[in-house]
C-alpha cells in the first residue's frame, strides 16, 4: 500500500523515462525482512539483497517498478532460487550490473506498508481506515485517480457512481462528480 502527495509525479516520471528502469525503496526499521537496495560510497545502487542478515542500509524494495522493454528478454535468463521460485531480486540485480536501474527513494510523506503477514495486514488496514476516516478521502480510488489526471469527466464520474449507488464508495464518487 503507498500513500502520499507527490506520488503520482514521480510515477510519471519513471513511466517517462525509457532509458532506465525504476525501483521504488522506502526506509525501514526492520530491514532484515525485506529485499534491500546496497548502496556505493555515492549512493549508487549495488545489489539488492533478500532478507539480509546483516542489512548494509534500511531501504527496503517495495514491489514497484517500472522496467524497460528488456524485461522479459533479461527475466528469462534468471534461474529458480533455492526456494523454487523466479526471484525478482534477480532482475533488479541484473538491471543494476548493467547500470540501468534508477532507484527512487520515498521519504517523509509517503507512507509504504507491507502487507506480507497477518499482522502488517491488519497494521495497513487500520491506517487506510484512519486515513480515510479522518480525511473523509478515499485511499485507492481508480475512479478518482482517473478523474484528478483528466482521464474522465464529472459526468463520467457520476454514471460509475449509478453502479455503486447502494453502498458508501457510489456515495463518494457521486460526491466528487458533484463537487
Known amino acids: 500500500?503507498?500513500?502520499?502527495?507527490?506520488?503520482?509525479?514521480?510515477?510519471?516520471?519513471?513511466?517517462?523515462?525509457?532509458?532506465?528502469?525504476t525501483a521504488f525503496c522506502y526506509r525501514v526499521s526492520d530491514p532484515q525482512n525485506?529485499?534491500?537496495i546496497r548502496f556505493d560510497k555515492n549512493n549508487c545502487p549495488i545489489s539488492v539483497i533478500e532478507k539480509p542478515r546483516r542489512p548494509s542500509s534500511d531501504f527496503a524494495v517495495t514491489g514497484m517498478y517500472f522496467f524497460d522493454t528488456k524485461a522479459s528478454e533479461y527475466a528469462a535468463t534468471i534461474k529458480p532460487s533455492d526456494r523454487g521460485e523466479l526471484e525478482i531480486t534477480s532482475l533488479l540485480n541484473i538491471y543494476i550490473k548493467k547500470k540501468k536501474?534508477?532507484?527512487e527513494l520515498l521519504?517523509?510523506?509517503f507512507s509504504w506498508l507491507d502487507t506480507?503477514?497477518?499482522?502488517?495486514?491488519?497494521?495497513?488496514?487500520n491506517f487506510v481506515r484512519t486515513i480515510e476516516t479522518r480525511q473523509g478521502?478515499?485511499?485507492?480510488?481508480?475512479?478518482?485517480?482517473?478523474?484528478?489526471?483528466?482521464?474522465?469527466?464529472?459526468?463520467?464520474?457520476v454514471e460509475l457512481a449509478r453502479q455503486f449507488?447502494?453502498?458508501d464508495y457510489g456515495v463518494y464518487l457521486l460526491k466528487l462528480g458533484n463537487s
Not at 509525479?9 to 523515462?17: T, V
Not at 506480507?116 to 488496514?125: F, K, N, P, Q, V
Not at 478521502?137 to 463520467?156: R, T
Request: glycine share 12%.
Open 1 to 21: 500500500i503507498f500513500y502520499g502527495d507527490g506520488l503520482v509525479d514521480l510515477l510519471k516520471s519513471a513511466n517517462s523515462d525509457t532509458k532506465v528502469s
Open 34 to 36: 525485506f529485499g534491500i
Open 101 to 103: 536501474l534508477k532507484i
Open 107 to 109: 521519504g517523509r510523506g
Open 116 to 125: 506480507g503477514t497477518h499482522e502488517s495486514l491488519i497494521d495497513a488496514s
Open 137 to 157: 478521502l478515499l485511499i485507492g480510488s481508480p475512479e478518482e485517480v482517473a478523474l484528478n489526471q483528466g482521464w474522465i469527466s464529472k459526468s463520467e464520474i
Open 165 to 167: 449507488s447502494s453502498n
